[in-house]
């Protein structure tokens, strides 16, 4: 594999954790073809992943960085790439935006969450536990998938009637199988799902993140005082109203999906490890983060660009206006920066991992997913003490993307549900 001849990219997610290492030995940065026909560097290896994240030339603003950029002529990209969020956003136009949000997002708010994440975590084991205990169920679309997704669209308040067709645009959004014509068309659909719920905001305001947004974006300073919102008095364009609910509905409830439906698969992978965060439930935090590290919810995350040239080890050199594709999650599996990257040990010493970013663009949200998982995980397996897949692990089919990284249904058997666990089938 040779630096300087584009590698397919896989976008099945068949090949997802192979093609990586590969990429990582072929050299510090390979050129690789993308959907659409586009050329990008792939950064694998962990130190200069983590580099180039903060990199002072490297950008994530493609109207100012990519050159001959054309907004909207990639059907794949416009989540990613023709937002106008702070995703996409460098220097003091990233902080306003993020500061639009941030304040929804502080270790106080989301701790205040804790009671109505578990409310829902029990009202979905309850439905669990009123099943068949012997016949399969899919764990992903009953439980992981149902905890996030909920939590989310309560915190914005999106209506119910509104949240199947919109959690379904956002879950094509991922699947970089499509073509590029079914790419567009899930992307249109995601950003009309956005404008109905601002629409339906804006007629009818409630105590939420999106009528937050709304006022900010109808009302700006003068008619918006910060003792009456959640969120810095600045006015939002129409296009960053639209891109900031794409990206925190979006980003909000697919990654933790994927790190719940990971953590189930390497527990009942792993039954010694299993029984030791059972006689010590304070290592379920060691369980998160090793399925963090190992498995990363969002394994490459489109675009950055290079601001000027940026030379790399091995004569490589990145040129100013080329794409760059990070790939996060290569960074927890590089072993020269986790040793054995591919064995899940919870006793691992001093992992280290970038599944939630690094550098400005870290994660809002990730306190958040580690409460939701922190409080399903071991709810689960209190609940089912008997849990087991219903396939072998080799055999779950995973998400058809190189964006995200996730099974596509994840069957168990609940098996009999423990006589010990207050309100057990209720």
Not at 246 to 275: K, N, R
Not at 324 to 348: K, W
Not at 393 to 416: H, M
Request: aromatic share 4%.
């Amino acid at each position: 594999m040779s630096p300087h001849s584009p590698v397919t990219l896989d976008r099945t997610g068949v090949h997802l954790y192979e093609q990586l290492d590969r990429l990582r030995a072929a050299g510090p940065a390979v050129r690789v073809r993308l959907p659409g026909d586009l050329v990008a560097w792939s950064v694998s290896r962990g130190d200069v992943v983590k580099r180039l994240l903060t990199h002072p030339h490297v950008s994530k603003d493609a109207r100012k960085s990519w050159p001959g950029y054309r907004p909207y002529a990639i059907g794949w990209l416009i989540a990613w790439v023709d937002v106008v969020s702070m995703l996409t956003a460098d220097g003091a136009d990233h902080q306003r935006l993020k500061n639009l949000v941030g304040k929804a997002f502080t270790a106080r708010r989301i701790e205040a969450m804790r009671p109505a994440i578990t409310a829902i975590v029990t009202g979905l084991l309850d439905e669990l536990a009123a099943g068949p205990p012997g016949q399969p169920v899919d764990l992903r679309a009953r439980y992981s998938y149902r905890i996030p997704t909920q939590v989310i669209c309560d915190l914005f308040g999106v209506p119910r009637e509104q949240r199947p067709a919109m959690l379904t645009a956002i879950d094509a959004v991922l699947d970089t199988s499509l073509s590029q014509e079914q790419a567009a068309e899930a992307q249109q659909h995601m950003i009309a799902a956005m404008r109905r719920l601002i629409d339906t905001k804006r007629a009818d305001p409630g105590d939420d993140m999106t009528s937050r947004l709304v006022a900010a974006s109808d009302t700006g300073p003068a008619d918006n005082p910060t003792e009456h919102h959640d969120i810095d008095p600045e006015p939002l364009t129409a296009d960053e109203l639209i891109s900031t609910l794409v990206l925190m509905i979006g980003a909000g409830s697919e990654t933790t999906v994927s790190l719940i439906d990971h953590a189930v698969t390497a527990m009942l992978t792993h039954p010694d490890q299993l029984a030791a965060v059972r006689r010590d439930p304070d290592r379920w935090a060691d369980v998160i983060e090793e399925t963090l590290r190992q498995h990363s919810p969002v394994m490459h995350l489109p675009l950055r660009y290079a601001a000027a040239d940026i030379p790399l080890d091995d004569g490589v050199t990145i040129a100013k206006g080329d794409l760059i594709l990070i790939a996060f999650g290569a960074h927890g599996r590089d072993p020269a920066v986790n040793p054995d990257p591919g064995r899940f040990d919870i006793d691992r010493h001093d992992r280290a991992h970038l599944a939630f970013g690094h550098g400005i663009h870290f994660c809002l949200g990730a306190p958040l997913a580690r409460l939701e998982a922190a409080i399903a995980l071991p709810a689960l397996f209190a609940r089912f003490p008997h849990l087991r897949l219903a396939v072998p692990a080799g055999e779950l089919r995973r998400q058809p993307s190189f964006i995200g990284n996730d099974v596509q249904r994840l069957p168990v058997i609940t098996g009999q549900e423990s006589p010990l666990t207050p309100g057990a089938g209720g």
